[in-house]
């Protein structure tokens, strides 16, 4: 069975930072690449950013580029979701997956359970 647990999330104010951490056993970070997904109330999931296995690559909603970066520490078994200049649409719960990317799309295999992120302006 898969777990991926998600920690970080919390209120924050407009153009304020949070980190979101998402661990998984170690069979399950070194077959997958990982992934974040939102979904803002009264709305679907949206993908925000994913990383390769390697870490080599990365990608991200048009929307958080340049203010979010997405990364993965190997040793830790984490994939990290460092989200900087927060803005109120921001807020949504936030999900981490484990998948794999095919072209310019992430499949996410695995869910964790979410983490709500709120952002206030």
């Known amino acids: 069975q898969v777990q991926l647990v998600e920690t970080g999330g919390g209120l924050v104010q407009a153009g304020g930072s949070l980190r979101l951490s998402c661990t998984t056993s170690?069979?399950?970070?070194?077959?997958?690449?990982m992934g974040w997904f939102r979904q803002a109330p009264g709305q679907g999931r949206e993908f925000v950013a994913c990383i390769t296995g390697s870490g080599g690559n990365t990608d991200y909603a048009d929307s958080v580029k340049g203010r979010f970066t997405i990364s993965r520490d190997d040793a830790k078994n984490t994939a990290y979701l460092q989200m900087n200049s927060l803005k109120s649409e921001d807020t949504a719960v936030y999900y981490c997956t484990a998948g794999s990317r095919s072209g310019s799309l992430f499949s996410p295999n695995y869910w964790g359970q979410g983490t709500q992120v709120t952002v206030s302006s």
């Open positions: 170690r069979r399950t970070f070194g077959t997958y690449g």
